[in-house]
């Protein structure tokens, strides 16, 4: 191997490794580095999902079902004859 073709192998390598490099940040993906996930460059752009806030008791149909049951219980008479 000549001196030309080292260089022009050397210039290669380093551009496939600057290429490698680089592809990262121009694909736009989110990134795992030292434990932190950060997002893509592109994310001011991105859609917004906003999920409205539900209620904070899940059962509250069932709790007022059983309330009502309770207050028929008890509006009731009691005893027999």
Do not use: H
Not at 29 to 45: F, H, I, K, N, R
Not at 50 to 62: N, V
């Amino acid at each position: 191997m000549n001196q030309t073709d080292s260089r022009t192998w050397r210039w290669k390598r380093r551009g496939f490794l600057a290429a490698a490099m680089i592809a990262p940040w121009l694909t736009g993906c989110t990134v795992d580095m030292a434990g932190q996930t950060l997002p893509s460059p592109y994310y001011l752009t991105d859609d917004v999902q906003y999920y409205a806030p539900g209620p904070s008791f899940k059962l509250a149909r069932e709790a007022a079902a059983m309330q009502e049951q309770k207050a028929a219980e008890i509006s009731r008479p009691q005893g027999g004859f």
